[in-house]
């Protein structure tokens, strides 16, 4: 199980150089987290320059300026500690996909708030 310090939310940072998608998927996850986006590598790779406590990623298959998997595994190779909490995605991104590994992840302690994610990614996909 991974643990949190109890006075701040998980953070994920999103990379996907699509503004539609990457709102889609702010308003999905930011009651449950901090969110933060990116739409391009470049610009991932500034944020976990400047805040390494990045808890998880969402990132692109397909990014402007790199492939999704190259960046999440130079991520790892830099050791940052969401590294190794991301999860790849393609369009149509599967919000529910989306959401169960990150409540796994942070809240499988707490089905409420699980099942809070699961409705709000059900209903942003339909």
Same mark, same amino acid.
């Given at each position: 199980?991974?643990?949190?310090?109890?006075?701040?939310?998980?953070?994920?940072?999103?990379?996907?150089?699509?503004?539609?998608?990457?709102?889609?998927?702010? %308003?999905?996850?930011?009651?449950?987290?901090?969110?933060?986006?990116?739409?391009?590598?470049?610009?991932?790779?500034?944020?976990?320059?400047?805040?390494?406590?990045?808890?998880?990623?969402?990132?692109?298959?397909?990014?402007?300026?790199?492939?999704?998997?190259?960046?999440?595994?130079?991520?790892? #190779?830099?050791?940052?500690?969401?590294?190794?909490?991301?999860?790849?995605?393609?369009?149509?991104?599967?919000?529910?996909?989306?959401?169960? %590994?990150?409540?796994?992840?942070?809240?499988?302690?707490?089905? #409420?708030?699980?099942?809070?994610?699961?409705?709000?990614?059900?209903?942003?996909?339909?």
């Amino acid at each position: 199980m991974f643990s949190l310090d109890a006075a701040r939310l998980p953070i994920v940072l999103v990379v996907d150089p699509v503004l539609a998608s990457r709102h889609t998927m702010w %308003r999905l996850l930011s009651r449950s987290f901090g969110v933060l986006e990116a739409a391009d590598a470049r610009r991932a790779r500034d944020w976990l320059t400047y805040r390494p406590n990045i808890d998880a990623l969402v990132v692109q298959m397909e990014l402007p300026d790199a492939q999704g998997s190259e960046l999440v595994k130079s991520f790892a #190779t830099a050791q940052l500690a969401g590294a190794s909490r991301a999860i790849l995605v393609v369009r149509p991104v599967d919000l529910r996909t989306v959401v169960t %590994r990150l409540a796994g992840w942070f809240f499988s302690r707490d089905a #409420t708030r699980a099942e809070v994610l699961w409705r709000e990614a059900d209903r942003l996909s339909s």
